[in-house]
């Protein structure tokens, strides 16, 4: 072994190499294990995942949206007394009092 190289340069260097393959070989499993979700729900056509996916491109994981189960609006009347309250609050408010 030459003079300038070590034994924990080398032990160092072999250790690296290996990490770096290992984290390559995880990062391939990962990415092949996504194409493999994205490819299950090709078979519903295109038109079907932009519908469900909220028109995202190439398969990429987006948030659904949220599904509206309540009434549309919720209103509720208010006395005279109180939409003057309302309107004192708005106008403190306002000032920054």
Same mark, same amino acid.
């Given at each position: ?12 260097a072999t250790v690296l190499t290996l ?6 070989? $995880?990062? @391939? ?7 493999? *979700?994205? %490819? ?5 056509? =295109? !038109?079907? #995942?932009?519908?469900?996916? $909220?028109? @995202? ?7 659904? *949206?949220? %599904? ?5 609006? =919720? !209103?509720? #009347? ?16 306002s000032e920054g009092a």
């Amino acid at each position: 072994m030459p003079e300038y190289t070590t034994l924990s340069r080398t032990t160092g260097a072999t250790v690296l190499t290996l990490v770096a393959v290992a984290c390559a070989a $995880g990062l @391939a499993d990962a990415l092949r294990r996504r194409r493999g *979700r994205t %490819r299950a729900r090709e078979p519903f056509g =295109e !038109a079907a #995942r932009q519908r469900h996916t $909220g028109h @995202a491109p190439h398969g990429t994981p987006v948030v659904p *949206r949220q %599904r509206r189960t309540g009434s549309c609006e =919720e !209103a509720v #009347r208010l006395t005279p007394a109180e939409r003057d309250a309302f309107a004192v609050l708005v106008r403190r408010f306002s000032e920054g009092a």
